[in-house]
């Protein structure tokens, strides 16, 4: 009878990691694999994907401070309709992409290895996706395998169109910066964070206002499907490198 128990825990466990974490890393090998000019070291995007794990952590104990925050200054119940819609945008949106982002910039502005526009990308999506996968594992502790299924195919690839938003832009920030022009890349990592976050808001105010399973929020999905991919595939085919 152990020896039953402990191979179901054991095939379970392998079943909810592989949904949990598995679409999160095939989706970074994916970006990781469109590369042409040169690829990352392995080392550092463990390292993002790691922090993206980390951020989710503290973005998770600064979203309770930060709702508690909005509530007081805006004067709506949690229960508001209101609450829920602009707090996707100003709470959730804000502090999640910023989490992901500064401990992805931390690691990586002045890394030699960013050498390429197209490492933006990689490192943004590679940050994001480690955000999720730690998002997907609570999920699917809170509320068991079958949640799973749906983020895999909404929640995730939704950070990486995030996170390639936020990339793209990252990645001509530091092209501009290698230049000498650092308004104009403070601009574009301003921009590219301001982009991510009404991206962000928008997907989960659309989750909340009708539902996961709604055409307007599938819609939202499909849109996210049908651009993000094929701009990832033109900025690896159209990189450059940096000339220091």
């Not at 602009?86 to 002045?110: H, N, P, Q």
């Not at 964070?193 to 709604?214: I, K, N, Q």
Request: overall charge neutral.
């Amino acid at each position: 009878m152990f020896f039953l128990l402990s191979n179901g825990l054991t095939l379970y466990l392998a079943i909810f990691l592989a949904l949990a974490v598995g679409p999160a890393v095939a989706l970074v090998r994916y970006v990781y694999n469109l590369d042409a000019l040169e690829r990352e070291p392995v080392g550092l995007l463990l390292a993002l994907f790691w922090r993206g794990v980390i951020a989710a952590l503290v973005a998770s104990v600064l979203e309770q401070v930060g709702m508690d925050a909005f509530g007081l200054l805006s004067g709506l119940g949690r229960q508001d309709p209101w609450f829920l819609l602009l707090s996707d945008f100003a709470v959730v949106g804000v502090i999640e992409e910023a989490c992901k982002y500064v401990l992805m910039a931390r690691a990586t502005w002045r890394d030699p290895n960013f050498n390429c526009r197209y490492d933006g990308v990689v490192y943004a999506v590679a940050t994001s996706l480690g955000f999720a996968a730690a998002e997907n594992v609570t999920y699917g502790l809170a509320y068991g395998l079958g949640v799973l299924l749906g983020r895999a195919m909404m929640a995730i690839p939704a950070h990486m169109g995030f996170a390639v938003v936020f990339g793209f832009l990252y990645g001509e920030a530091k092209l501009l910066s290698v230049r000498g022009h650092r308004i104009g890349a403070g601009l574009c990592v301003a921009c590219g964070y301001l982009l991510s976050v009404l991206l962000h808001g928008l997907y989960d105010s659309t989750a909340t206002l009708f539902g996961s399973g709604d055409a307007t929020f599938l819609l939202v999905v499909a849109v996210i499907y049908l651009i993000v991919f094929p701009v990832v595939r033109a900025m690896a085919r159209h990189d450059r490198r940096f000339l220091y």
